[in-house]
T-cell receptor, first 111, second 116 residues
Framework: QKEVEQNSGPLSVPEGAIASLNCTYSDRGSQSFFWYRQYSGKSPELIMSIYSNGDKEDGRFTAQLNKASQYVSLLIRDSQPSDSATYLCAVNTGNTDKLIFGTGTRLQVFP | EPEVTQTPSHQVTQMGQEVILRCVPISNHLYFYWYRQILGQKVEFLVSFYNNEISEKSEIFDDQFSVERPDGSNFTLKIRSTKLEDSAMYFC??????????????FGSGTRLTVV
């Protein structure tokens, strides 16, 4: 069974701090990795994708991938209260169109 | 920005009844998907659809479920005889490409299905 694991949280950080969200996956053949943000009662919204080892930056967000360790993370710099949401890690194994989601980490940014 | 549109936003149905959830994918997208999320649980894959046929389905997608693209714009999920455990948020998604060379999906806003 291919799994994606995340700490459910909540992860509480003060406004302006860096939030670090982590995800591990079981299928070593996984090729594409995604971070989605989901506000309560809403649909997942894609915020980052990463395919190669290393870092990928987009504004305040940085995704990090380490395929050897089967680990992907998301850093949010200068966290804002509006970043408070559940962050879903999703993985695609490359021989299929489906995404396997983790349970998500709830992030709380307090003023 | 193009959107995936889902209707209705909330559907309440009695156990055993048939429901049809509707989605209008982004117009030039070719790959279509249904996912569901039971309250408090993870988003789960149900089915993917390409070139007017199912390309993959999960073990959740049993004979009670079917999908259709009846008119080239709508993409529907039918549940033939709903059970209490079908209560969930159902998300439609679409993408321009599939397989390994893609950038994820655009999800619709979801339909909350409540079976009573």
């Amino acid at each position: 069974q291919k799994e994606v694991e995340q700490n459910s949280g909540p992860l509480s950080v003060p406004e302006g701090a860096i939030a670090s969200l982590n995800c591990t996956y079981s299928d070593r053949g996984s090729q594409s990795f995604f971070w989605y943000r989901q506000y309560s009662g809403k649909s997942p919204e894609l915020i980052m994708s990463i395919y190669s080892n290393g870092d990928k930056e987009d504004g305040r967000f940085t995704a990090q991938l380490n395929k050897a360790s089967q680990y992907v993370s998301l850093l949010i710099r200068d966290s804002q209260p509006s970043d408070s949401a559940t962050y879903l890690c999703a993985v695609n194994t490359g021989n299929t169109d489906k995404l396997i989601f983790g349970t998500g980490t709830r992030l709380q940014v307090f003023p | 920005e193009p959107e995936v549109t889902q209707t209705p936003s909330h559907q309440v149905t009695q156990m055993g009844q048939e429901v049809i959830l509707r989605c209008v994918p982004i117009s030039n997208h070719l790959y279509f998907y249904w996912y569901r999320q039971i309250l408090g649980q993870k988003v789960e894959f149900l089915v993917s659809f390409y070139n007017n046929e199912i390309s993959e389905k999960s073990e959740i997608f049993d004979d009670q479920f079917s999908v259709e693209r009846p008119d080239g714009s709508n993409f529907t999920l039918k549940i033939r005889s709903t059970k209490l455990e079908d209560s969930a948020m159902y998300f439609c998604a679409s993408s321009l490409v599939g397989g390994g060379d893609w950038n994820g999906y655009t999800f619709g806003s979801g339909t909350r299905l409540t079976v009573v």
